[in-house]
């Protein structure tokens, strides 16, 4: 009995698959025979029609992606902010070591060092792609002794960026002229720099 219990639910399934899919080909045949009879003008306004309701569809699922998106990036901004200020507290206090007239203490090389591997720890799990290349040139510029002004003020660029603040019309190095006593030496520095590359006669001589 228990054989022939399994065997009719076994033909009674094929069955009902054998009649969606003859109900569906029937229901796909007759939409077809239906498209081919209408006219021209019809066709085109139904295809018009379906082709909002697709665009409309699309259109939601695009803008539930973004502010799906915009609560994640948002979600994550306090966190991002707290270690870029860190960083930032790190690097004008190296700064301020320099300037005589500023009672704020620096970290010592040991500190430093410590504080920057956790910090690139913390940029792997947080920082943006941006950032992260940027800490990256950041590194590189040092270590070849380039031009590390342009490389900090491109680092801080990125940060204020990925929090979400606008870097329209900083262009001069603001933000690493800001930690300066003298903004304007820092234009000087950059000068003398650039007047003392070779050019490229030079270098070909």
Same mark, same amino acid.
């Given at each position: 009995?228990?054989?022939? @219990?399994?065997?009719?639910?076994? &033909?009674?399934? #094929? =069955?009902?698959?054998? $009649?969606? /899919?003859?109900? *569906?080909?029937?229901? +796909? ?7 081919? @009879?209408?006219?021209?003008?019809? &066709?085109?306004? #139904? =295809?018009?029609?379906? $082709?909002? /309701?697709?665009? *409309?569809?699309?259109? +939601? ?145």
């Amino acid at each position: 009995m228990e054989i022939a @219990k399994k065997i009719g639910s076994i &033909l009674l399934g #094929l =069955i009902i698959l054998a $009649a969606l /899919v003859y109900g *569906g080909y029937w229901i +796909v045949v007759e939409c077809i025979a239906l498209l081919s @009879k209408l006219q021209k003008e019809v &066709l085109a306004a #139904l =295809i018009g029609a379906m $082709a909002t /309701v697709f665009a *409309g569809i699309a259109a +939601v699922i695009i803008s539930q992606k973004q502010s799906k998106q915009r609560d994640i990036d948002e979600s994550h901004r306090p966190k991002k902010v707290e270690i870029y200020k860190k960083f930032l507290d790190a690097v004008s206090g190296l700064m301020a070591a320099q300037n005589e007239n500023v009672t704020k203490k620096g970290m010592t090389d040991q500190e430093l060092v410590d504080y920057l591997v956790e910090f690139k720890s913390e940029l792997l799990l947080w920082g943006s792609p941006l950032v992260i290349k940027r800490q990256l040139e950041f590194e590189e510029v040092s270590r070849k002794n380039g031009n590390i002004f342009t490389a900090v003020n491109n680092l801080y660029k990125a940060i204020r960026e990925d929090i979400g603040l606008s870097n329209k019309g900083l262009n001069s190095h603001e933000l690493v002229k800001m930690y300066l006593s003298d903004p304007g030496e820092l234009d000087e520095i950059l000068a003398s720099n650039k007047s003392m590359q070779p050019t490229a006669d030079a270098s070909a001589d």
